[in-house]
């Protein structure tokens, strides 16, 4: 009999830590659209649409359309 309550115990004790585990808070992924535009107005317009729902990004000025590289 004591054997039986020892192995309840343990057996209790083992699913006890694995739900304790699994309560651990899971990161959030940011849902939307990463967009990136190559001059202001665009930018702007883009912007005022999307809020803050997506990710808008704008090229500098410096660098031209045609080395940008999507990551």
Do not use: W
């Not at 115990?9 to 990161?27: D, E, H, P, R, Y």
């Not at 202001?40 to 999307?50: D, E, F, G, L, R």
């Amino acid at each position: 009999m004591k054997r039986i309550r020892k192995s309840l115990i343990f057996v209790l004790g083992i699913i006890t830590l694995i739900c304790l585990c699994a309560c651990t808070k899971q990161s959030q992924q940011k849902n939307g659209l990463s967009v990136v535009t190559s001059f202001y107005p665009v930018y702007s317009i883009t912007k005022a649409v999307s809020g803050d729902l997506n990710d808008i990004k704008m090229i500098r000025s410096q660098s031209g359309i045609h080395g940008f590289e999507p990551s």
